[in-house]
């Protein structure tokens, strides 16, 4: 589901290009809050999906397949993530991250 050759940029400046770098990524992120004692996982606060169409510019990558804006709280920040999906696969993804949670 993931594509080789794409760009998947975290919030901390990593970028992965390969399914298994970001997959790999996510495992040692996974690991590090277990050493910590830390609660693993988000509450979703929104997510939307969007057809980008339009530009006439071949070289803006961004018009194929579908894009997802999503947020996520968790117990160290808010996260705002883009997803490019291309004939079911993710091409791009990116990953902010704000020091603040919301309040419920």
Known sequence: MIQDGGMFVF???????TGQEFVDKIEL???ESLEKEQEWGWKTDYAFSVYPKGSEDPKALNQ???????????TDGTYIEWYQMVDGKLKMWYQTKGNFVIPE
């Open 64 to 74: 194929e397949g579908q894009w997802v804006n999503a947020q996520f709280t968790g």
């Open 11 to 17: 919030e901390d400046g990593f970028t992965a290009t």
């Open 29 to 31: 992120e996974y690991q």
